[in-house]
């Protein structure tokens, strides 16, 4: 008898941190492509073009709540990229956060994610490959993406959904360092960002705008966007986008519009975006193009192909994800692939 309550004693013990963990979800994705590029770089001893094996923006989570009681909830998350191509860990800072959320909706404190960068990011039909949208979404005189991105030190509040609207504000008191000692200059890193949207059966419309504190000027973005899917097995998607960095001539408009059909376990996709001349410069403006087809082995894997290329004006260099650009080059890549969601829930 003496034994058996022992035995029942040590499980007990074990038991309670495993009970303590079931609300931990372990989640993530594994993205892995071949992919063979080229940016036509005419420099002496640069390659032109390079075949790699690429790990798209995979990445690797922990997350879980805590009912509170009274309809209140805990809610926290940190997550991190991984290189599945070296086995990097923490390649990329992604969102971690911990918030409460209710019937007034929620409010989260980290890094995060804007409401600016999320208001469109389901509609991006190759997003995390080489056919991304943010190689010009988002980004001004062909530098890396200045918008879509996450703010740190931020607070973000999201509203809960009322009869299919529902938005997002966020603040970040430094986008980089809020620690003291800081100089006057590099306290200067607020930052805001907000989006509305309003999702009802097939049509999703959503309006986006964010502002970056700088010590000369404060860089602006402004976007509307929308979807439409007909018959459950066409969506067609448009985003008209207008950003500034702020100074002169620092200012361009980009549209983007997409097309995903699916057939079965198929889903064609294509997508098509501009940015027009920077600040009216002539030159400087730039056009992508992305076709390609996925194919769904299961509800958390998929293969695809795809062929992307961004050209370039002659005084633009707008590159591919992972594939830097060349002044007046084209750049293009040609990408098989698969992509597993994993989670343990």
Do not use: C
């Not at 200067?188 to 999702?199: H, K, R």
């Not at 459950?232 to 549209?255: H, K, P």
């Not at 060349?326 to 994993?342: A, K, P």
């Amino acid at each position: 008898m003496q034994k058996k309550l022992i035995a029942l004693a040590v499980a007990g013990v074990l038991a309670a941190p495993l009970a303590a963990q079931a609300g931990v979800e372990v989640y993530g994705q594994a993205r892995m492509s071949l992919d063979f590029s080229s940016n036509n770089d005419p420099a002496a001893g640069n390659e032109d073009s390079a075949l790699a094996v690429s790990s798209n923006k995979s990445r690797i989570g922990f997350k879980g709540d805590e009912d509170l009681g009274n309809g209140l909830k805990a809610l926290w998350l940190f997550e991190q990229g991984v290189n599945f191509d070296t086995s990097a860990w923490g390649s990329v800072n992604r969102d971690a956060y911990v918030g409460l959320g209710g019937g007034f909706g929620t409010v989260l404190a980290g890094r995060i994610n804007t409401p600016y960068k999320m208001s469109t990011q389901g509609m991006d039909i190759f997003a995390s490959t080489r056919g991304d949208y943010n190689a010009i979404m988002g980004v001004v005189n062909s530098a890396n993406p200045t918008f879509n991105n996450r703010f740190s030190n931020s607070i973000q509040y999201k509203t809960p959904e009322m009869g299919g609207f529902k938005g997002a504000l966020a603040y970040s008191v430094n986008t980089s360092d809020d620690d003291l000692p800081n100089t006057t200059a590099a306290s200067e890193n607020d930052a805001y960002s907000l989006s509305a949207a309003y999702m009802q059966g097939p049509l999703y419309l959503t309006a986006a705008y964010e502002s970056l504190n700088s010590v000369v000027d404060d860089a602006t973005a402004f976007k509307l966007g929308g979807s439409f899917t007909l018959g459950g097995m066409t969506t067609l998607g448009a985003i008209w986008e207008t950003a500034d960095l702020g100074g002169t001539n620092q200012d361009r408009d980009a549209i983007y519009l997409n097309l995903a059909h699916k057939m079965d376990a198929i889903t064609l996709k294509a997508a098509f975006t501009m940015a027009d001349e920077t600040g009216g410069v002539a030159d400087t403006g730039a056009t992508q193009f992305a076709l390609g087809a996925a194919y769904a082995l299961s509800k958390t894997t998929e293969a695809y192909a795809l062929y992307t290329m961004v050209g370039n004006d002659s005084a633009a260099a707008y590159r591919v994800e992972q594939v830097g650009g060349v002044t007046g080059q084209d750049v293009s890549s040609f990408s098989v692939g698969i992509n597993h969601t994993f989670s343990s829930k």
